[in-house]
């Protein structure tokens, strides 16, 4: 079943043959299909090393294809302020038969994904989470402030979202109760703090663990300069209470920047739960989850 309504399907046949159009030193590389629950694209493995990833909604427009380079040399900077692994930019695909859109290519990182309630050590992954966040906070923004797109601005840009969102999300969750945290979250106003590096989109699906540990954090598409509470989400989305307690305070957040970062998580659960209740089981128990959490 198909989570948007304008998204396309596209076949191996289909990635092999724009790679070897496209790429021909990876031509002989076999192509097969990545199980992801993510939302943004479709994911393909290319041989050991290489994954290729297609925007479910595929734009052949110069900004597009901006957005992409844009994202991968992002990854390059991150790279080099952070000692978790980040993806690897390989190169950019064009729309072609097939496929009318840009697409992208980013080195293979092996590991397993984040499962919450699986036996991960919460201190650990909430300390080696919170570490990679401080990285990110510390990067020089250049005196930058967020751009007025994505996540990072003022909570109220969302409160008309979130109000439909609730509205559909009657008999999926304690609407009554969600609505009650989201007015104290609002309420705390917009951070009066400099704006600072954010991955923005820091969801179980997007974190990596080897032999138990953190070792990557995936999909760079959100990331931006913006309110430091955003990437406060996965005390909700990810940690239980002993985690979400540790990477507070390994952050040192402040009182209003965990409400706001609680007030990101509960708009990003309740507008994700409705959407994707039958599409996509494992974003929408995400959202669950995390409101659970968030309104506990």
Known sequence: MRMHADQVDITVADVACLVAEQFPRWRD???????SHGTVNALFRLGDDVVL???LRPDP???ARASLEHEQDLARLIARHTRLLVPEPLAVGRPAAGYSGWWTAYGWIPGDTVEPGTGVDQLELARDLARFVGELQSMDTGGRTWQ????GGPLTRLAESVDGALADSAGLVDVRRVAEVWRQCLATGRHDTPDVWIHADLMPGNLLLREGRLAAVLDLGSAGIGDPAVDLMPAWNLLDDEGRRAYRSALRVDDLTWERGRGWAVAQAIMALPYYQ??????ADTARRTLAAAVA
């Open 29 to 35: 590389l076999p192509v097969r299909p990545v199980t």
């Open 61 to 63: 427009g110069a900004a």
């Open 148 to 151: 007025g797109r994505g996540r």
């Open 278 to 283: 039958h599409t996509n089981p494992v974003m």
């Open 53 to 55: 990833r297609f925007p």
